[in-house]
């Protein structure tokens, strides 16, 4: 087994791995840009992996491809899914969906417990469902120019959430809950049709009133339940 800690040996050119009992590679070899050698034969990787011997002789290729392991971009591709392939990448960091036609961020996602930015920004999303309250590492969500109506209570479990912008929806309001994300620091919802108290702090001063306001209601509630944020999940899959 190799350590993740590969990927900081960020200078390693060769790398040579032959004959060895290897049965799996991390994704941090995504990280090795200067890599221009890497031998791979004989191990059992190869076997476990077979997708893998198709790049083993082709250095750049390989790293590439474990690049694609942490990163998907999927921008103005057309979509009106998102792949069944992507739930699959329990691995991926960053996922980006923008500019497509992409009614429904699927259920099946909830896995990807390492994501921290996820864009479905410029779709026709209607709405976003509670088991996105299980995408505990995310620090980046942009969900602007979609159809939303509203926004689940279950954000407020992702706690680590940095920015997330929601301009150009059809919001009226705002989640309580969203106050815990005591992280947050950039919170755009311009363009929404907002009802107070929400609008009448954002007239009354701006973006930075509106925080307060939100993290002023967070502190008066109770986290979201991930019992029953995972029961509303089964919900939708049937």
Excluded at 31 to 44: A, G, H, I
Excluded at 79 to 104: F, R, W
Aim: charged share 20%; with cysteine.
């Amino acid at each position: 087994m190799m350590c993740v800690d590969v990927g900081r040996v960020t200078g390693l050119e060769t790398l040579l791995l032959a004959f060895n009992r290897i049965q799996w590679l991390p994704v941090e070899l995504g990280e090795l840009k200067m890599l221009t050698k890497m031998t791979l034969e004989e191990n059992p990787v190869l076997k476990i992996r077979p997708e893998l011997a198709a790049f083993h002789h082709d250095t750049p290729a390989l790293i590439g491809f474990f690049r694609g392991e942490k990163e998907q971009n999927l921008r103005n591709r057309g979509l009106t899914a998102v792949p069944p392939h992507v739930a699959t990448k329990l691995q991926l960091q960053e996922l980006y969906l923008s500019y497509n036609d992409i009614a429904v961020l699927p259920p099946a996602l909830h896995v990807l417990h390492d994501l921290r930015t996820l864009h479905a920004d410029h779709n026709q999303l209607f709405i976003v469902e509670p088991w996105i309250g299980s995408l505990t590492s995310l620090t980046d969500l942009a969900l602007d120019r979609n159809r939303l109506l509203s926004l689940p209570a279950a954000l407020g479990l992702l706690t680590r959430l940095l920015t997330m912008t929601v301009e150009y929806n059809s919001l009226s309001s705002l989640p309580r809950e969203l106050g815990l994300c005591t992280s947050l620091q950039t919170l755009h919802v311009e363009h929404n049709p907002l009802r107070p108290p929400f609008s009448d702090a954002l007239e009354e001063g701006g973006m930075e009133t509106l925080m307060d306001l939100i993290f002023e209601l967070g502190a008066d509630c109770n986290p979201p339940s991930r019992a029953n944020t995972q029961q509303t999940m089964r919900f939708s899959r049937s």
